[in-house]
């Protein structure tokens, strides 16, 4: 079952991206943001969060479900309670803009649900994030751009249709599998011993 989660980053302005938002079949919307949602007349599933962000109104409107504890945010407070209903596999929207350490803590807290359930995307106006472990093969074109984040900095990895191939190379830091590009219909990376990767492809 699929489960669409909304984060309260930049709110999505493509079409790629809001027919996801109307057609989900289970969409979770992060307190913060319920606000960009009723704007564009998207009704969530449920709202989840600490409901610090979210007003008076709106919550008389979705009667959102208080999650207060404080050790994680309102992302894995949604992602969790989605998991526990049965829910195994998850489009990630609003993850990145407005502030830049939100995006970035948002960006690699896939490493740590991908341990829980390894149907992870996070889609935005300019691309899409996966997790994946390796060996895998992904769909491209030619001259996808492609970019490779790796928070194993032992496993050597080899790549296969990259223009800036990678041949039994260490991620030694995290730019290092950074702005790559596809040479082939397909591109494929190995690993050893295997590794879990977040890999970047940019849309057109």
């Keep these: 079952m699929q489960a669409v989660i909304l984060a309260n980053g930049e709110f999505p302005k ?3 991206c809001l027919d996801l938002l109307k057609n989900a079949p289970f969409l979770i919307a992060c307190d913060g943001a319920v606000a960009s949602l009723h704007a564009f007349h998207f009704k969530p599933s ?25 050790n994680s945010n ?3 407070k949604a992602f969790f309670y989605a998991l526990n209903k049965g829910y195994d596999d ?8 407005k502030r830049e350490d939100h995006a970035l803590a948002n960006t690699f807290l896939l490493f740590e649900y991908f341990k829980f359930c390894q149907k992870l995307q996070a889609i935005s106006d ?4 996966k997790v994946l472990e390796t060996p895998f093969i992904l769909p491209s074109f030619k001259g996808e751009q492609i970019s490779l984040f790796s928070l194993d900095f032992e496993a050597k ?4 249709n990259l223009k800036y191939p990678l041949k039994d190379l260490r991620l030694k830091t995290l730019f290092s599998g950074s702005l790559n ?14 590794s879990v990767v977040l890999v970047y492809q940019k849309f057109l």
């Design 14 to 16: 493509s079409k790629r």
């Design 46 to 70: 449920v709202v989840i969060g600490d409901l610090d962000s979210i007003d008076s109104h709106l919550k008389a409107l979705y009667r959102p479900i208080c999650v207060s504890e404080q």
């Design 74 to 76: 309102d992302l894995s």
């Design 157 to 160: 990895f080899t790549s296969k």
């Design 126 to 129: 300019y691309g899409c994030f």
């Design 90 to 97: 998850f489009i990630f929207l609003g993850l990145n803009g």
């Design 181 to 194: 590009e596809a040479t082939n219909h397909f591109f494929s990376l190995s690993s050893i011993p295997k």
